[in-house]
């Protein structure tokens, strides 16, 4: 502006303005200037947020601004800091203006001899830490700082290099001096909680990892007693699982007696002789008594157990019972004889797995020795038995010979694996595991052997295995068959020759002389009795035909004169029961049998009825023609 013109009002008042903004700068520049200089921090007096996104210590809470309204939040009183510091006055102030009205408890140490020994005897939650401590460098400390806890850095001699380093070396923030108190309350609650976090996190981490090492050692336990055949070592594995698990000092299972009711000492872990040799208790004692009887888990300590009347000395229990279906079968127990730290339900759950474990481990145990004894039952019957035993597999190669078998066809160990065509020199037994005569049926035949016994044979398919023949020795059923049918025979021959005599004579008689009517009768009756002895011979005769295989010889036979004359005979007897015998068969087709059999069924089925009809009833023997068929 030209010299001697005057500014108009407005510009006047910005520059009065800007003159008051330069003043005010330059006043703070001096405070901060000084502040340097003593390293003291200027002691502001905490004011209410003005500007948006502003904070502020008032009374112990953390205050903020967002533009429209306050906000307030409550800082973590009771968290420990730790002020290492060698200027007292520094100290006084962060703990005047900071720490102590937001509740914070606060430790102090000047040197870095006392801030070891602080972060060993107390750690505390967060550290704040001067750079240059007496000209020492107070950075070294960080190292043994952040291993413990969070650590803020402040200094007054800032640079890009020490604060670099300051952060490398792990410290969390780093405030340049002079302070300003919201500042360093928005770090302090950010660090503490971040470390809250951090700490949260490693606990659930080591939760974690903690559930996943109980987890597959639960697993690895419950698979290895599960498949050990050893039932000590299987309860023995199971019991220090427990102990291991739950942190007891000692751990035993126990049993219970079916017959007696105690409970006996099968596996333990850690138990002292003495213990061992009492560990033999009735039912009956208070604790045991409830854990069997109430089939549910007891986990007792300090008064619990002197009013638990028990006989163990011990400072606290966990039993959990041992199930074989709905019946306890024993009892795991864990305890502490020197620690009084009680057991929790996690030990509970940990324990009830260990002895579902336990009892699978015993029902596995007992089905193999069941199924041990049981095969080796069978391996006695099967080795011992008379009749001869051969199982081969698909291939007809040899699995199993038994002793008879061995003897039968002079067998030994090398018989075994070779194929049966190989192993056994004989044509019936090859045929015998002919595999074509297996497809529909069990396939049987006769084995002669070389010294001449006969043995019969049946081969059957096994399934999954292959097949399985058993031969039994028929020599003496051969031999009791033949003489059989000698003497059938003989006997037929015998009895025939007198009857043909008799026969001759009877039919003589009407020669000798007129016979009167009741002589005729008897005469008749005597030549009805022959002939049914002449049948019976018949009979004993077809037998032998058909137990030999012979066929019959089928004849057309008129049906109507074979049921006729079965009747008529049986009339007299009809008549003696007072019954009424009507016959109906009238002329027909043949049918094609034998003669001789078919009026001995007719026989049979009308001598039933005669004979099973209350007396006076009434017998209607039919013959007729039913589509192509006679029906009697």
């Not at 070396?169 to 340049?176: E, K, M, Q, S, Y």
């Not at 011990?314 to 305890?335: E, H, N, Q, Y």
């Not at 039952?377 to 038995?385: A, F, G, M, P, Q």
């Not at 069990?442 to 398919?461: C, F, K, M, Y």
């Amino acid at each position: 502006m030209p010299p001697g013109d005057s500014a108009p009002a407005g510009q006047q008042s910005t520059s009065r303005r800007q003159l008051l903004r330069r003043r005010a700068r330059h006043r703070r520049a001096r405070s901060r200037v000084a502040a340097h200089r003593s390293r003291r921090p200027v002691a502001l007096q905490p004011q209410y947020p003005r500007r948006p996104g502003a904070t502020s210590i008032v009374a112990g809470r953390v205050l903020c601004y967002d533009g429209s309204h306050f906000c307030s939040e409550s800082v973590m009183a009771g968290e420990s800091i730790l002020i290492v510091d060698d200027k007292a006055d520094a100290r006084a102030w962060l703990i005047d203006h900071v720490l102590r009205p937001a509740g914070y408890l606060v430790h102090e140490a000047a040197t870095l001899a006392d801030a070891r020994a602080r972060l060993v005897g107390s750690p505390p939650q967060l550290v704040i830490l001067d750079a240059h401590l007496n000209g020492d460098d107070g950075l070294t400390l960080l190292p043994e700082a952040t291993a413990l806890a969070p650590v803020i850095v402040t200094t007054d001699q800032p640079s890009v290099e020490g604060m670099s380093a300051a952060l490398a070396a792990g410290a969390r923030d780093v405030l340049v001096y002079p302070l300003s108190p919201e500042r360093l309350a928005r770090s302090i609650k950010t660090q503490l909680r971040t470390a809250a976090m951090l700490r949260e996190r490693s606990q659930l981490r080591e939760q974690v990892e903690r559930q996943i090492q109980e987890f597959n050692a639960l697993y690895t336990v419950g698979k290895k007693a599960s498949a050990l055949l050893d039932i000590e070592e299987s309860l023995s594995l199971v019991v220090s699982a427990a102990v291991n698990l739950t942190g007891a000092e000692e751990g035993a299972l126990m049993l219970r007696d079916p017959d007696s009711g105690e409970l006996f000492l099968r596996a333990h872990y850690n138990l002292s002789d003495a213990t061992i040799q009492h560990l033999r208790v009735r039912v009956n004692d208070a604790l045991m008594n409830r854990v069997v009887q109430s089939g549910r888990p007891i986990m007792l300590s300090g008064s619990e157990l002197i009013r638990s009347h028990t006989a163990l000395p011990v400072k606290a229990i966990l039993s959990v019972p041992l199930f074989a279906g709905d019946r306890v079968t024993g009892v795991l127990s864990v305890d502490n004889r020197l620690n009084v730290h009680p057991f929790t339900e996690h030990d509970v759950h940990l324990l009830s797995t260990l002895a579902d474990s336990a009892a699978i481990a015993i029902e596995n145990a007992h089905l193999y020795w069941q199924a041990d004894s049981e095969r080796a039952k069978l391996d006695t019957i099967v080795r011992e038995i008379a009749d001869v035993v051969i199982v081969t597999d698909a291939e007809t190669r040899i699995l199993l010979i038994n002793k008879a078998a061995r003897a039968a066809f002079n067998l030994d160990d090398r018989a075994i694996g070779r194929p049966i065509a190989e192993a056994i020199p004989n044509q019936a037994i090859v045929d015998l595991f002919d595999q074509r005569k297996l497809r529909s049926h069990n396939w049987r035949a006769e084995v002669v052997l070389p010294d001449g016994r006969t043995l019969q044979g049946q081969l059957s398919i096994l399934s999954g295995i292959g097949y399985g023949a058993v031969l039994q020795d028929i020599s003496r059923l051969k031999e009791l068959d033949r003489i059989k049918n000698e003497f059938v025979s003989i006997v037929s021959h015998d009895l025939r020759t007198p009857l043909t005599t008799i026969r001759g004579y009877v039919s003589l008689l009407p020669r000798v002389g007129p016979l009167n009517e009741q002589q005729q009768e008897f005469v008749q009756r005597v030549e009805r009795s022959m002939s049914g002895i002449v049948e019976l011979i018949g009979d004993l005769l077809d037998i032998g035909k058909i137990e030999a295989g012979v066929d019959w010889e089928l004849k057309p036979v008129p049906l109507h004169r074979v049921v006729s004359r079965a009747a008529e005979q049986l009339r007299s007897e009809a008549q003696a029961r007072q019954h009424t015998l009507t016959i109906d068969a009238p002329d027909g087709p043949s049918v094609l049998g034998q003669a001789r059999r078919l009026e001995q069924v007719v026989t049979n089925l009308v001598g039933n009825a005669i004979k099973y009809t209350p007396d006076g009833g009434r017998i209607d023997v039919h013959v007729r023609e039913e589509d192509g068929f006679l029906a009697l």
